[in-house]
């Protein structure tokens, strides 16, 4: 469903991306993971299509990101690291304004605001100008409007930063059912517990290039007969001790 071929991405003589090639099945959680810089949001964004590779290819679906993004934009939704509203909007008027951008009718509008606030519990504030938001309202908010065309691929920079504890239970059940739905998701995290969690197989960057991909359950097993743990094999890998 996703699929990265030879991509790299340069901001002037930085190497930011360096020749990935990852790809991400219907079915699966795949989680990249990296410290600050390895190159994990520019990845998602040429995904989304905020960016453009500099060399390579992007595909979701049988559409190229760039050749055809109105499609391919179509499939996916993406939930970036800062969550952005319009502060003068309300949440519902937010939703409502993505799921037109989207071209649902109107029945559909106000079916989809009805379905993501309930299952992200928005009600009580979400008539509120999101001026008044929480992190955390903030967060539920945008991972609704994500969810609110019902896409193929969903992407997420850094799910669960400022998140409370009930709300990253409801994260992480999500994607698990989201991928169960035969849906794929690719999510960028520096918690290595939640990827051990909810992820089916996860791929390392480092310094730009993808240095281990891997099956989670195969990770693990591999690292526990080896007396290690995945964060001391994380840690050996990205160069820290």
Same mark, same amino acid.
């Given at each position: 469903?996703?699929?990265?071929?030879?991509?790299?991405?340069?901001?002037?003589?930085?190497? %930011?991306?360096?020749?990935? +090639?990852?790809?991400?099945?219907?079915? #699966? $959680?795949? %989680?990249?993971?990296?410290?600050?810089?390895?190159?994990?949001?520019?990845?998602?964004?040429?995904?989304?299509?905020?960016?453009?590779?500099? #060399?390579?290819?992007?595909? $979701?679906?049988?559409? +190229?990101?760039?050749?055809?993004?109105?499609?391919?934009?179509?499939?996916?939704?993406?939930?970036?690291?800062?969550?952005?509203?319009?502060?003068?909007?309300?949440?519902?008027?937010?939703?409502?304004?993505?799921?037109?951008?989207?071209?649902?009718?109107?029945?559909?509008?106000?079916?989809?605001?009805?379905?993501?606030?309930?299952?992200?519990?928005?009600?009580?504030?979400? +008539?509120?100008?999101?001026?008044?938001?929480?992190?955390?309202?903030?967060?539920?908010?945008?991972?609704?409007?994500?969810?609110?065309?019902?896409?193929? $691929?969903?992407?997420?920079?850094?799910?669960?930063?400022?998140?409370?504890?009930?709300?990253?239970?409801?994260?992480?059940?999500?994607?698990?059912?989201?991928?169960?739905?035969?849906?794929? $998701?690719?999510?960028?995290?520096?918690?290595?517990?939640? %990827? #051990?969690?909810? %992820?089916?197989?996860?791929?390392?960057?480092?310094?730009?290039?993808?240095?281990?991909?891997?099956?989670?359950?195969?990770?693990?097993?591999?690292?526990?007969?080896?007396?290690?743990?995945?964060?001391?094999?994380?840690?050996?890998?990205?160069?820290?001790?």
């Amino acid at each position: 469903m996703i699929l990265f071929e030879h991509v790299t991405r340069t901001y002037g003589n930085r190497v %930011a991306v360096n020749q990935l +090639d990852l790809a991400a099945a219907p079915g #699966e $959680v795949l %989680a990249l993971l990296g410290h600050n810089g390895a190159g994990k949001t520019t990845t998602l964004k040429m995904l989304v299509g905020l960016l453009r590779p500099s #060399e390579g290819k992007v595909t $979701v679906g049988p559409f +190229d990101v760039v050749e055809n993004v109105r499609e391919a934009s179509r499939l996916i939704g993406y939930v970036p690291d800062q969550p952005y509203l319009y502060d003068k909007l309300s949440g519902r008027e937010f939703l409502e304004f993505i799921a037109e951008m989207y071209g649902l009718s109107s029945t559909e509008t106000r079916e989809a605001v009805a379905r993501e606030a309930e299952r992200f519990g928005l009600g009580e504030f979400l +008539d509120r100008l999101s001026e008044s938001y929480s992190h955390g309202m903030r967060q539920r908010t945008v991972f609704a409007a994500a969810l609110i065309h019902q896409p193929e $691929v969903l992407v997420v920079d850094e799910p669960m930063v400022g998140l409370d504890p009930h709300s990253i239970r409801l994260v992480k059940d999500l994607l698990r059912e989201y991928v169960g739905l035969g849906r794929t $998701v690719l999510m960028s995290t520096h918690m290595l517990s939640v %990827a #051990e969690e909810i %992820a089916d197989r996860v791929a390392v960057m480092h310094q730009g290039q993808l240095v281990l991909e891997g099956q989670m359950k195969e990770l693990q097993k591999e690292n526990s007969e080896n007396g290690h743990n995945l964060e001391s094999l994380f840690l050996n890998i990205t160069g820290n001790t």
